[in-house]
């Protein structure tokens, strides 16, 4: 690489470059990769009130300041709640982005959030580049991820948390389902197939008992929008796998119906077969009709448990376990519950294994 390089320091490292394991000294050129994973530093043109955090690598949440400078993924993201862009076909240092999520997505935002103002400006200051073997190179996710697996022959029983749309409880029930599972005795691995590039998640299952946790990141994407993200998806279930859990918790992030691709996990049979228990988090009695008539007519399945907000009181449990037959259990309320209905699916899934039978 014959490029001129610049030494500087970072302020923060965004959790979505997390893969590249950098220090705040990191070198720059000012020749960009505009692809997806690709690490740039930026420096923040703005001071906002709200949306005002970026997660670091550490896992902590630090709110940013105008002037910051921060080292963070190139990455889309299509958020119904948060902000929506894209990767511009080009990129050059001087120009100006936005950081699109907490994760520290760099992009280009197309569309705001009325909730959480205009997207923070960035102004571009280069790649980022790794030294590693005497090799120079721009730093990118892809170079460190898990590997993608075409095919899931063999796996511990699945639970899988998906939900109508976002912010309905679908990590608070993964959470609870992990806490409530490995007090129970059992080896519970975990992991976050969908969504745009954020670590909060899995790190919650983690401090909840889980042995092992991942994220599609760690297989190199920064979000799952409109890609076959099924190898990404089978390698991180393959790859918990070789640690010898007794199940594996998958929450699927966005909604069943969305950009980020949980429809697509939700048709493949090889994931369908050894799916044991799946909960669905619902914001209201619409999303809980809808979501089991896709289950049945589109994925020849059924829900096991429904959660989230429709469940806050006693007047939507009731509709839906008198009225459409499926089972409703608040994750905050009552998550010993919620525990004891998993484990009673996975007692009756044909695929449970023997220490849970």
Request: aromatic letters at 6%; proline letters at 3%.
């Amino acid at each position: 690489m014959t490029t001129a390089t610049e030494n500087i320091k970072a302020d923060i490292l965004a959790s979505s470059s997390g893969s590249v394991k950098l220090s705040h000294d990191v070198t720059i050129v000012k020749n960009v990769v505009a692809q997806e994973g690709y690490v740039v530093a930026v420096k923040l043109l703005d001071d906002k009130e709200t949306y005002n955090k970026i997660e670091s690598v550490t896992g902590e949440f630090v709110t940013y300041k105008k002037g910051d400078i921060v080292v963070g993924a190139l990455g889309e993201r299509q958020a119904l709640r948060g902000y929506s862009g894209i990767i511009p076909r080009s990129i050059r240092a001087g120009e100006i982005l936005h950081v699109l999520n907490m994760g520290g997505i760099i992009g280009q935002c197309q569309s705001p959030h009325p909730d959480f103002g205009p997207a923070m400006r960035v102004e571009v200051l280069g790649a980022v580049i790794v030294k590693e073997d005497e090799m120079i190179r721009h730093a990118c996710i892809q170079d460190y991820a898990i590997e993608w697996q075409y095919e899931l022959k063999n796996s511990v029983p699945l639970i899988a948390v998906t939900g109508t749309c976002m912010n309905v409880g679908k990590t608070m029930a993964a959470t609870q389902i992990v806490k409530q599972l490995t007090q129970k005795g059992l080896k519970v691995a975990a992991a976050k197939l969908t969504g745009a590039s954020l670590m909060r998640d899995v790190r919650s299952m983690m401090e909840q008992g889980a042995i092992a946790c991942t994220h599609f990141s760690e297989a190199g994407l920064v979000s799952t929008t409109g890609k076959n993200i099924l190898p990404m998806a089978k390698g991180l279930i393959t790859h918990l796998n070789k640690l010898n859990p007794d199940i594996i918790v998958l929450e699927y992030g966005d909604g069943i119906i969305g950009a980020y691709g949980v429809d697509s996990l939700l048709m493949d049979k090889e994931i369908q077969r050894f799916t044991a228990v799946h909960v669905v988090a619902a914001q209201d009695f619409m999303g809980c009709w809808a979501s089991d008539h896709f289950f049945r007519k589109r994925y020849n399945s059924n829900i096991s448990i429904i959660t989230g907000p429709v469940t806050d009181n006693l007047v939507g449990v009731q509709f839906i376990q008198n009225t459409m037959g499926i089972r409703a259990v608040n994750a905050v309320a009552d998550p010993e519950k919620l525990g004891e209905w998993v484990l009673e699916g996975l007692q009756n899934a044909k695929n449970a294994p023997q220490e849970v039978l």
